[in-house]
């Protein structure tokens, strides 16, 4: 699985657009895009998915560069309660064994002010 | 509502105890996962289980057990817990479709003193 790199810390006005990168330069091409978020100790959260096209949900977009090697989260309109830790995660489609395995790095903590 | 149930919420233990928690899901997936979370730290995969009867090690899986009886249930049982255990852990699923992706339960956080 590819390795990913994301800031450690990041700031964002509430009501302004929060844009979270991520480096993934080792990426192949069967690799999809995850993004999680962990809010204070909950369990993390779901928030979108992708493999090289732009994608956009009710929570949020994510935007893939034409080479793939990084992509960036973007909340368009940050409220307090998007303050968490947010994962960028790189797993190959097609697991062996019947199993999904995402692999959590330290993620990015996102503090949104108001 | 559906979702993925962990109990307890909150355990201490003496080293050298034995504890089992509970993971339970009410959402008919196949796949099943326990993981940890240590402070300022991502989650490590400890275990999981890719269908009712087979399980497998994940990352970090020495000190632990798993037993996944039936689809519904993947139990997480330390034998002989040591300080090092202290952490959080989180039980999850993984769903197609609606529920694309993991599902955490809100994890059990243990102390061994």
């Known amino acids: 699985d590819a390795k990913t790199t994301q800031p450690p810390s990041m700031d964002c006005a509430e009501g302004r657009a929060a844009n979270l990168p991520c480096n993934h330069s080792t990426i192949s091409g069967n690799e999809y895009v995850y993004w999680y978020r962990q809010i204070h100790s909950q369990g993390p959260q779901y928030i979108i998915h992708?493999?090289?096209n732009n994608e956009t949900n009710e929570m949020a977009s994510l935007i893939i560069t034409e080479d793939r090697k990084s992509s960036t989260l973007i909340l368009p309109h940050a409220t307090l309660r998007d303050t968490a830790v947010y994962y960028c995660?790189?797993?190959?489609?097609?697991?062996?064994?019947?199993?999904?395995?995402?692999?959590f790095g330290a993620g990015t903590r996102l503090a949104v002010h108001p | 509502n559906a979702g993925v149930t962990q109990t307890p919420k909150f355990q201490v233990l003496k080293t050298g105890q034995s504890m089992t928690l509970q993971c339970a899901q009410d959402m008919n997936h196949n796949s099943m996962y326990w993981y940890r979370q240590d402070p300022g730290m991502g989650l490590r995969l400890i275990y999981y289980?890719?269908?009712?009867?087979?399980?497998d090690k994940g990352e970090v899986p020495n000190g632990y057990n798993v037993s996944r009886l039936n689809k519904r249930e993947f139990s997480l049982r330390l034998e002989s817990a040591a300080p090092s255990q202290t952490s959080v852990y989180f039980c999850a699923n993984w769903g197609q479709g609606p529920n694309y992706g993991y599902t955490f339960g809100s994890g059990t956080r243990l102390t061994v003193v």
């Open positions: 995660i790189v797993r190959a489609a097609g697991f062996s064994g019947g199993y999904n395995k995402l692999i």
């Open positions: 289980s890719a269908s009712e009867g087979t399980t």
């Open positions: 992708g493999l090289k």
